[in-house]
């Protein structure tokens, strides 16, 4: 793979590992102060990433909510909030959804090449669809495209800085393949227990294994969650 981003991939878990309950309503695992964090980090990154499922199930704005960050962009000759960001192997992406409704940012679909053209006819020009070309390992919950050939376009469109937000298996194929620089895990402090809900990663082979651990580089306690800040460059 050529240049690509610099890639922060940001999670919120509960004790176990669990980044989400199996109830239709989601679990909010994290508090104000981490969400203000959140947002912090969002300002500083020229796009955002999440796969389809998380579009479709946690419906996500992506936006950069304090008024002063999205000035201090502006004033940089920014967009207020970073670019959104998503993969999909099927092409089920509802339009009305606030991913592609909420905020003026430039939003970019990367989809298998059997979905492109669907996508393009359903989304109706309220994003840009890309041909990620052939998808990644055959049987991996998610799969939607060569995550390589994205990373290296979004570097082509000025993507210096991307964050990763989810969900499982896009957190399982960047870590998978050896694509993340840095990592923020914050944790919650109780369990779920359900093994029904989504888990932060699948399981696998991960390069970053004891081995070649990653580097601890903050820990820091906001209220009753706990960030932990890893390198992995």
Partial sequence: MGERPYVLLSCAMSVDGYIDDASPNRLLLSNDEDFDRVD???????AILVGAGTVRRDDPR?????????????ARGL????????LTATGDLDPGAAFFTAGDAEKIVYAAPAAVAKLADRLG??????DAGDPGAPGDPGDAAGLGRVLSDLRGRGVRRLMVEGGTSVHTRFLREDLVDELHLV????????????RFVLGGDFPRDRRRRMDLAEVRKMGDVTLLRYRLA
């Fill in 125 to 130: 020009g309220v994003a840009e669809v890309v």
């Fill in 40 to 46: 912090a980090v969002r300002a500083t990154c020229d």
């Fill in 79 to 86: 967009p207020p909030s970073p670019a959104k960001v998503t």
């Fill in 62 to 74: 992506l936006l950069v909510r304090s008024p002063e960050r999205a000035r201090e962009r502006a």
């Fill in 187 to 198: 944790v919650a402090p109780f369990f779920v227990g359900d093994p029904a809900a989504p």
